[in-house]
């Protein structure tokens, strides 16, 4: 194993050995091909580039304390990449060829799956492109499936500590029937907007609102909202929000705690009624939030007014990331090995 200081990796992008790709030409998959190139050779066409074919997902892969290497859940990764590919009309990849991509990808750069214990883990990129040539609008006839692979740190450097979230009325995210609820590149790009604004106020984090009547609450940047109030898990229904994994395992593990959950929508005005309040994806796990402040409407709702994370937020994470390690036992059946 090479040696990194894996509890300081920051969430970002470094190098490892290889990647994996595959083509979809004339009709049909190719093989796996192995590249230790960081580089694609992509036609100046292809539609990717031009009209958004694209889309993508983002996993983990983790040591246990035994060293075996656990992967969350990577079935309903799969499932949602056939339809964010359906929804921009790409051609799906295979569940096979997805998996052994993965497989392929973590135990080729096996040397960089980070020690147990350190918070860190191997985060996982499947992507799936347009990389035909077109001009005039319409899908492309090729396809590159790709996925790499990079060491990332423990999101909370300091521990698990609340956020501040900024909520930015002036840019919206998705649209109610547009492509929100599928994990596709140009989400991201017109999310840019929310995000550097936030950011400018000193915030971490954009808020969206629903992009048609401004009132209900939709997502907390690239993840899914959450609320607590009088034993219940809130989190909103909204056809622009994309459908967190880890989400729908934190609505599994709080029934199993004997937490009540709703899925419906949730007015702003709301805010000021819940205990906790929290994001949650791939990245961060969960994020507590401490603070959301309105900018528009210079209003603000405080939450961990201790400075602390809230106790259910609390359990619910820790319990998660301990079946995500192996560290629990699995009683769902979400974690499958390496191989
Ligand atoms: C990926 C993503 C999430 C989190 O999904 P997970 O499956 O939990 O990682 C939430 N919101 C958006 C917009 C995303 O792209």
Redesign the pocket.
């Known amino acids: 194993m090479i040696n990194l200081e894996w509890s300081k990796l920051p969430f970002g992008y470094r190098k490892t050995d290889y990647n994996i790709r595959c083509y979809f030409r004339d009709g049909k998959w190719g093989e796996l091909e192995v590249s230790s190139s960081e580089y694609l050779n992509l036609h100046i066409s292809a539609t990717a580039l031009h009209y958004g074919q694209e889309a993508f997902?983002?996993?983990k892969a983790y040591r246990g304390k035994d060293g075996k290497i656990r992967l969350f859940r990577w079935e309903?990764?799969f499932k949602?990449m056939e339809r964010s590919a359906h929804g921009v009309y790409m051609q799906p990849v295979p569940k096979e060829i997805f998996k052994e991509a993965i497989d392929k990808a973590v135990l080729l750069n096996e040397q960089y799956v980070p020690p147990h214990g350190t918070g860190a883990a191997l985060y996982i990129r499947p992507l799936l492109i347009g990389s035909g040539a077109e001009i005039g609008v319409k899908p492309a006839n090729e396809y590159l499936f790709a996925v790499f692979v990079t060491p990332v740190g423990p999101y909370f450097k300091e521990g698990f500590n609340p956020v501040k979230i900024a909520v930015v009325r002036d840019s919206d995210?998705a649209a109610p029937l547009g492509t929100?609820d599928i994990?596709v590149g140009g989400?991201?790009a017109s999310?840019l907007r929310g995000v550097i604004k936030a950011k400018e106020a000193g915030y971490g984090s954009p808020m969206y609102l629903d992009s048609k009547e401004k009132k209900y609450i939709d997502?907390i940047?690239?993840?899914?909202f959450f609320a607590i109030k009088d034993n219940t898990y809130i989190t909103p229904k909204s056809s622009s929000?994309?459908?967190?994994?880890?989400?729908?395992?934190i609505m599994q593990l709080a029934e199993d705690m004997g937490i009540k959950v709703e899925r419906r929508q949730i007015d702003i005005e709301e805010l000021e009624t819940f205990d906790e309040v929290g994001a949650?994806?791939?990245?961060a796990i969960i994020s507590p939030i401490g603070e959301i402040y309105d900018i528009d409407k210079d209003k603000r709702y405080t939450f961990c007014k201790d400075g602390k994370p809230g106790p259910i937020s609390k359990k619910i994470y820790n319990k998660l990331v301990a079946i995500q390690y192996g560290d629990e036992p699995d009683p769902h059946g979400w974690v499958s090995f390496v191989k």
């Open positions: 997902e983002g996993m309903e990764n949602r995210r929100g994990k989400n991201y999310s997502e940047g690239a993840a899914n929000i994309l459908p967190s994994i880890t989400n729908m395992s949650c994806g791939t990245a």
